[in-house]
């Protein structure tokens, strides 16, 4: 079974310019995961996704980060524009969706770096 | 809201030693998970073990083994027979409704 699999694997931007991540979950997981992880700290959920639907975006800043899950499949997250605090990396999980707990599967993840 | 709290930023160890790691949560659901995960240089967070909140009886996995107290609200992780390829992050993480709390981690150092 092919795993969770993420694009770039590394990133280095400037303060303003924008970026996206890409993912693609393993087949048949409906939910989708998004986390940002900055160094030193545990992950941190920005967005979940449940097929192509939004089931928990609270964490995520609205104001400068985007994501979609077309077709609830692939997912693309998007920071637009990138401020030095956006370093981190950025990780990838998804999960089935059955019973009361959903062991989530995660990526490589995408490390991104503001200057 | 769930908090998790791993009180040690980094344990270090001696190869072929026994290390615990300690985590701490706060929930008032009652019907969770709770993960410990690995996290090696490569970034690729890997599931070490889990524990339902239901069962009694600790979870075991082959040199992993964990300590549940849940009055206590407490979920060590005990590395037997520790080897290098265990050095990393360990995330303690509470799991329900299709969500993951992670604790801050601790950074795990195998002396050889």
């Known amino acids: 079974e092919a795993g969770v699999a993420q694009s770039p694997r590394y990133k280095i931007i400037e303060k303003r310019q924008s970026v996206a991540f890409w993912c693609n979950p393993i087949?048949?997981?409906?939910?989708l995961y998004w986390y940002q992880q900055i160094l030193g700290q545990g992950p941190k959920l920005l967005i979940q996704f449940q097929n192509n639907g939004v089931v928990d975006d609270s964490q995520l800043p609205k104001d400068r980060f985007s994501a979609e899950r077309l077709k609830g499949v692939d997912s693309t997250l998007k920071i637009q524009p990138a401020k030095l605090e956006d370093s981190a990396v950025y990780l990838c999980a998804s999960s089935w969706f059955r019973g009361p707990l959903y062991e989530q599967y995660f990526g490589p993840g995408t490390r991104l770096t503001v200057t | 809201a769930q908090t998790v709290t791993q009180s040690q930023p980094e344990m270090s160890v001696q190869e072929a030693e026994t290390v615990t790691l300690s985590c701490t949560y706060d929930t008032s659901e009652s019907d969770y998970y709770l993960f410990w995960y690995k996290q090696p240089p490569s970034r690729q967070m890997i599931l070490v073990i889990r524990q339902e909140a239901y069962k009694q009886q600790n979870a075991t996995e082959n040199r992993f083994s964990v300590n549940f107290q849940k009055a206590a609200k407490s979920f060590s992780l005990k590395i037997s027979d520790s080897q290098l390829g265990d050095a990393a992050m360990y995330f303690c993480a509470w799991g329900g409704a299709q969500k993951l709390v992670f604790g801050q981690g601790t950074r795990l150092t195998i002396n050889p």
């Open positions: 087949s048949g997981h409906a939910t």
